[in-house]
């Protein structure tokens, strides 16, 4: 599984995982930073990646839209500031386990259309 961290992350977060032999990018690093949702999930899904977001409001209902049209994603993973908050903090967290699921969904398509909260 490849994965884009959104603009929410620290771009820490995706070298650590590339240290760690991963497949990772920033919407930044891609030059995507202010892409609006729609186009960067169309993105992420040609480039086979699933997509690490906070913004759960809007990318739940682009998904839920793309399965009645019959489109699919990469799969998004999200996050909330209740449960994961995004600071230095937690740096070491997200690594720990984006890591573990990165690796336990081997393969371009094994998280197709899935949906996965951290």
């Not at 930073?33 to 899904?45: F, S, T």
């Not at 682009?62 to 489109?71: F, K, L």
């Not at 990469?74 to 990165?102: C, K, W």
Request: negative net charge.
């Amino acid at each position: 599984m490849k994965l884009v961290l959104d603009h929410h992350y620290s771009c820490l977060i995706a070298q650590e995982l590339r240290e760690r032999g991963h497949d990772v990018v920033t919407a930044g690093e891609q030059g995507r930073e202010g892409e609006d949702d729609e186009p960067l999930l169309d993105l992420c899904a040609s480039d086979r990646r699933a997509l690490l977001t906070n913004n759960v409001a809007d990318f739940a209902v682009i998904a839920r839209q793309w399965q009645s049209q019959g489109r699919s994603h990469q799969g998004l993973v999200f996050t909330s500031d209740h449960s994961m908050p995004r600071s230095r903090n937690t740096i070491g967290r997200y690594v720990e386990l984006l890591a573990v699921l990165v690796t336990d969904n081997p393969g371009d398509n094994s998280f197709v259309d899935r949906v996965h909260w951290l």
